[in-house]
């Protein structure tokens, strides 16, 4: 649905994007970090060009995704995480979770978890 909704702007506006300029920025971006977490909302493409970002230093060191995709049809947003662990993509299978579950429903509830924990 973003492609739509920047296509829509595109026919009113001037829009310049570079998907190679994004992607080298985020990997600019893994190698200026100490540490990088990441919280995966589905999976596919996205999920994938962050994973393979953070290759380049090693892996993330923490990783949640929220997918109702299973692992079972071999997509990539069903994959769990752990089989991240052995291309690269994340450091250690302690630091990271799988949750199979509605994301409009589950994210909002681990934030405000969260947030509770932190004392804000």
């Given at each position: 649905?973003?492609?739509?909704?920047?296509?829509?702007?595109?026919?009113?506006?001037?829009?310049?994007?570079?998907?190679?300029?994004?992607?080298?920025?985020?990997?600019?971006?893994?190698?200026?970090?100490?540490?990088?977490?990441?919280?995966?909302?589905?999976?596919?493409?996205?999920?994938?060009?962050?994973?393979?970002?953070?290759?380049?230093?090693?892996?993330?060191?923490?990783?949640?995704?929220?997918?109702?995709?299973?692992?079972?049809?071999?997509?990539a947003?069903?994959?769990?995480?752990?089989?991240?662990?052995?291309?690269?993509?994340?450091?250690?299978?302690?630091?990271?979770?799988?949750?199979?579950?509605?994301?409009?429903?589950?994210?909002?509830?681990?934030?405000?978890?969260?947030?509770e924990?932190s004392?804000?």
């Open positions: 649905m973003l492609g739509l909704n920047l296509w829509t702007y595109s026919r009113l506006h001037t829009l310049f994007i570079n998907p190679f300029k994004d992607f080298s920025k985020l990997v600019d971006m893994t190698y200026e970090s100490k540490k990088v977490g990441v919280i995966i909302l589905g999976g596919g493409m996205p999920k994938h060009h962050v994973l393979i970002a953070n290759s380049y230093r090693g892996g993330v060191d923490a990783a949640i995704q929220i997918t109702l995709d299973r692992p079972e049809g071999g997509g947003s069903g994959a769990p995480l752990e089989e991240a662990i052995s291309w690269g993509k994340i450091k250690r299978a302690n630091k990271l979770a799988t949750i199979i579950g509605d994301a409009t429903v589950i994210f909002p509830l681990l934030t405000l978890a969260a947030l924990r004392g804000r």
